[in-house]
C-alpha cells in the first residue's frame, strides 16, 4: 500500500505566493503530497480552477482564527501569509498572523512555512534619523510587522520555517514599478537604490522554492530560509529589460526622500524599503542565498528567463 499523501494547507491559494505552491505540488502527483486551499470564496473562477486541478478548497478567513483552525485540522504542514498592501494596517498583520500561528497550534501542524521579512527596527533603531519612523513605531511597516510575527510562531510551539521573500519580478507588471516614460519617451525605471543590488525573484518561483522547503521537512524546520532568482542592480535590471522590450530602457536613482515624497499610498514606506536593502546591501543579499534557492527549486528563473516569459506583459506607454 502507499502511504497517504501529506496534506499542505495553502493560505491565499489564488494569490501570487500560495498560487506557485499550489500549483507546484499539483505538478507533482508523485511527491508525496496534496493540496489543501485555503480561500475566502471558493466559488470563485481561481478557486474553481483550483479544485478542477486536483486541490482540495476549503474556506478560511486570516482575519478568523476558528476558521483558519477548522481548515488547518488533518494538515502535516501550513503555508502561512499576508498581504499588507491589502489594508496598510501593521496591527491587522500581526492580528493575521497570531491568528495563523494559533491555529496552526490547535490544529497540530506539524510543519509550518511562515512567509516573512525582517524586522528593520534591528538595523535602524527607531531613534535613528537614517530614515523617518512612520506610524510612530515602524521603519518599514510592511516589512517590520512580518518581522516582528515571526515571534508569534515561536511562541505557539509551532514548528515553523521563516522563509524571507525577495522583490517580485512580477511588481514590474502588477504594481506599477514597470518602465515609465520620460519627458523624451525614453523608458526608465525608478528606485532609490544607488548601485546595490536588490534581490528578485519570479512570484511563481516563491511557492516552488516553498515546496523544496516541505519537501526538505525537519531538516528545515527551526531554520530561516532566504529566496532569490538573482541579485541585479537598476542599470543590470534596465539592461536586461531593455533587450527583452526591444527599446531603451535607463535605470533612474533618486534620494530615499524623494522617493517617499511621490505621493502614491505606500510610498514612504517603499522609500524606506528600498533605503534599507541599499544601505544594508551585504546583510539582505547574504540572506538570500541563489544557489540554494535553486537546490530547494531546480526551476528557478533568473531575471533574463522571467522576462522571456514576461516581457510582453509588462505595460509600457
Not at 491568528?99 to 534591528?122: I, K, M, P, Q
Not at 516553498?210 to 541585479?232: D, M, Q, S
Not at 536586461?240 to 533612474?252: I, T
Not at 533568473?302 to 509588462?314: K, M, Q, V
Request: hydrophobic residues 45%.
Amino acid at each position: 500500500m502507499t502511504a497517504p499523501r501529506k496534506i499542505i494547507a495553502v493560505v491565499g491559494a489564488t494569490g501570487a505566493q500560495g498560487g506557485g505552491l499550489a500549483r507546484a505540488i499539483l505538478e507533482d502527483p508523485a511527491g508525496g503530497f496534496a493540496v489543501r486551499a485555503l480561500v475566502r470564496n471558493p466559488e470563485t473562477d481561481a478557486a474553481r480552477a483550483l479544485a478542477r486541478a486536483g486541490a482540495e478548497v476549503v474556506a478560511a478567513d486570516v482575519d478568523d482564527e476558528a476558521s483558519l483552525a477548522r481548515a488547518f485540522a488533518g494538515a502535516h504542514g501550513a503555508y502561512c501569509v499576508t498581504f499588507y498592501w491589502a489594508h496598510f494596517s501593521p496591527d491587522k498583520e500581526l492580528a493575521q498572523a497570531g491568528n495563523l500561528a494559533r491555529a496552526a497550534r490547535a490544529a497540530g501542524v506539524r510543519h509550518a512555512l511562515w512567509s516573512t521579512l525582517e524586522d528593520t527596527r534591528r538595523f535602524v533603531p527607531l531613534e535613528s534619523q537614517r530614515m523617518p519612523t512612520l506610524m510612530g513605531r515602524y521603519k518599514v511597516p510592511h516589512f517590520d510587522a512580518k518581522g516582528e510575527a515571526d515571534e508569534l510562531f515561536r511562541q505557539a510551539g509551532v514548528p515553523t520555517t521563516l522563509l524571507l521573500t525577495s522583490f517580485y519580478w512580477d511588481n514590474l507588471v502588477h504594481f506599477g514599478m514597470g518602465p515609465k516614460p520620460g519627458p523624451d519617451g525614453t523608458l526608465a525605471i525608478t528606485m532609490p537604490m544607488g548601485n546595490a543590488r536588490l534581490p528578485g525573484i519570479a512570484a511563481e518561483d516563491i511557492g516552488r522554492c516553498a515546496y523544496g522547503v516541505f519537501k526538505a521537512g525537519p531538516a528545515l524546520v527551526g531554520r530561516t530560509v532566504g529566496i532569490a532568482g538573482e541579485h541585479l542592480t537598476g542599470a543590470q535590471m534596465a539592461e536586461a529589460l531593455g533587450r527583452a522590450l526591444g527599446r531603451p530602457v535607463r535605470y533612474q536613482d533618486v534620494p530615499p526622500e524623494v522617493y517617499r515624497g511621490f505621493g502614491f499610498p505606500g510610498a514612504d514606506d517603499l522609500g524606506n524599503m528600498f533605503q534599507f536593502k541599499r544601505d544594508f546591501e551585504a546583510d539582505f543579499c547574504r540572506a538570500r542565498d541563489v544557489a540554494h534557492s535553486r537546490s530547494l527549486n531546480p526551476r528557478l528563473q533568473d531575471f533574463a528567463a522571467w522576462l522571456g516569459a514576461n516581457a510582453g506583459r509588462i505595460p509600457v506607454a
